[in-house]
């Protein structure tokens, strides 16, 4: 499906896309690589194919490319895929193309840095999810378990107890067996 002119606005307006971005409309060409990078078969191929793509866009199109081919290198992956063996090729297709992008630097610093390897974006980033706390009591149990509490409280306050100490400890048993300790201990005033 094609997309309307006016679709097309919008679009690269969400994306951030302004056509003033695009430094040259020059074409892209291996020369341009860092002299110390030798890229072998099938990477130079690689790189040859989409760079050749790239230089036959217009100039929204361009921008729009290399941000969505340096969020694929830059994605991590949940299963490792033959087409993960090519990510450093990938990585200098996004180099050379952030080379015609308005204040890009940053991130051709990190492009340059995948394809040398020495970063790995394929290895998926640990998440920690934060636990949804569940309460196991009902409004109405909390209500009845504040009312069973309240004369022992009572009691233990007249005692001058105002809290318990808990101390636990692990402990070999004679014939080896690890048992667990807890002593639960009264706090004074």
Same mark, same amino acid.
């Given at each position: 499906?094609?997309? &309307? ?48 793509? %790239? ?23 949940? !299963? ?11 990585? %200098?297709?996004? %180099? ?34 934060? !636990? ?29 107890? &105002? ?6 400890? !692990? ?19």
């Amino acid at each position: 499906m094609k997309m &309307t002119e006016e679709q097309l606005k919008h679009y690269y307006a969400t994306r951030g896309i302004v056509a003033t971005d695009l430094l040259s409309t020059d074409a892209i060409d291996l020369s341009e690589l860092p002299p110390d990078v030798q890229l072998g078969e099938p990477n130079r191929s690689i790189v040859v194919s989409i760079t050749g793509s %790239w230089n036959g866009l217009n100039t929204m199109s361009k921008i729009d490319a290399a941000k969505s081919l340096e969020e694929r290198v830059l994605r991590p992956r949940r !299963r490792p895929s033959i087409l993960d063996a090519h990510v450093d090729a990938e990585a %200098w297709c996004v %180099w050379l193309m952030l080379g015609r992008i308005r204040g890009t630097e940053a991130r051709r610093e990190v492009m340059e840095k995948v394809g040398r390897g020495e970063i790995d974006p394929t290895i998926p980033r640990t998440t920690r999810r934060a !636990r949804k706390v569940v309460d196991p009591l009902t409004p109405q149990q909390r209500q009845e378990a504040a009312v069973f509490l309240a004369p022992i409280d009572a009691r233990l306050k007249a005692r001058g107890i &105002t809290g318990v100490t808990r101390e636990t400890r !692990r402990e070999r048993t004679a014939d080896g067996e690890l048992v667990t300790i807890h002593h639960i201990r009264p706090t004074h005033n």
